[in-house]
């Protein structure tokens, strides 16, 4: 990259959207990033806002976007991806997958962008295969509670590739797996902020159902570096990115209290609904594409998350 590429990130006020702006920024690239904020923060991207290469519109892309001058690059990221958001923002989190997608595409097509959409694991729903290829159709539930995100995101890439067939669009697809890292909110729904919140204050660790089910944790470095080198290729279908290795709810407790030093216990609660039994990418296809995998690994990621949530509640 150089610094003469614009590269333009819808959702850069949230947690891998911010890393994504500081990222390109680093690269020497001028960036803008487009954000509502209905779950984005504002404090994630503030310290970006002093250079001059940085941009930030206030805007929901389910309107149309208008951004003058030229674009090289746009990184689709804006979309509740918390259970707690897309369940308290169901709707939103249809249209963004719909019309949002719909609108970057369009801005795309009209600057000749390279348009990189961020998608997700949960296209591949509550699998029956395991680890998961970019060649299994999942196992999605459309009319439970989790269908507003799943299906946003399933829908998006449908979008995606039609504008890359339609009308030639250079398009990406990365399907996200679990990442965590600092930058991510303290109540958002996912078990690392929820654990590390839990543990660093003293109460129990909440593991839903008996823990058994598993989840594959991608530290945000390793995942920025995956979302780069994706962009920066010729490859036009979809690529899992995420960490291969599978770890069990009730493990992961554990983990999170032995990184905090907390005395904490675990209690147990009900499985909420449609939560995926095991989530694990298979990444052959990043490893011989884009020569990537995670180096970081999970006692590592624990402790820089540790300090992080540590800072964030003031212990």
Not at 161 to 190: E, K, S, W
């Amino acid at each position: 990259m150089s610094e003469k590429k614009v590269c333009l990130v819808t959702g850069g006020g949230g947690f891998l959207g911010s890393h994504l702006c500081e990222r390109f920024l680093e690269r020497g690239c001028r960036v803008i990033a487009v954000d509502n904020f209905l779950t984005g923060n504002e404090k994630n991207i503030a310290p970006l806002e002093k250079n001059p290469a940085f941009e930030l519109v206030r805007h929901n892309v389910c309107q149309y976007i208008d951004i003058p001058g030229p674009v090289h690059y746009i990184l689709h990221f804006a979309s509740p991806a918390s259970p707690l958001d897309y369940l308290e923002f169901p709707i939103q989190t249809l249209k963004v997958g719909a019309l949002g997608t719909h609108n970057a595409l369009g801005l795309a097509k009209e600057k000749k962008a390279v348009f990189l959409l961020a998608s997700t694991s949960e296209v591949y729903g509550d699998p029956l295969i395991h680890p998961q290829p970019e060649s299994y159709w999942g196992n999605v539930n459309p009319i439970g509670p989790r269908g507003v995100y799943d299906e946003a995101k399933r829908f998006a890439e449908a979008m995606t590739m039609a504008y890359y067939r339609t009308h030639q669009v250079d398009t990406r697809i990365i399907r996200i797996f679990n990442t965590y890292g600092p930058r991510m909110r303290l109540r958002d729904g996912r078990a690392i902020p929820a654990f590390f919140s839990q543990a660093l204050t003293g109460k129990s660790l909440t593991v839903f159902g008996d823990g058994r089910q598993t989840r594959s944790l991608c530290y945000i470095d390793d995942m920025v570096n995956g979302i780069e080198k994706l962009l920066l290729s010729g490859i036009n279908e979809p690529v899992n990115v995420g960490n291969p290795e599978e770890i069990s709810m009730l493990d992961l407790a554990k983990r999170v209290i032995k990184a905090t030093g907390s005395r904490s216990g675990i209690e147990h609660k009900d499985l909420p609904v449609d939560d995926p039994k095991v989530r694990q990418p298979d990444i052959a296809k990043a490893r011989k594409y884009l020569s990537w995998e995670p180096s970081v690994s999970l006692e590592e990621g624990l402790k820089r998350t540790a300090a992080y949530f540590r800072e964030m509640l003031g212990v």
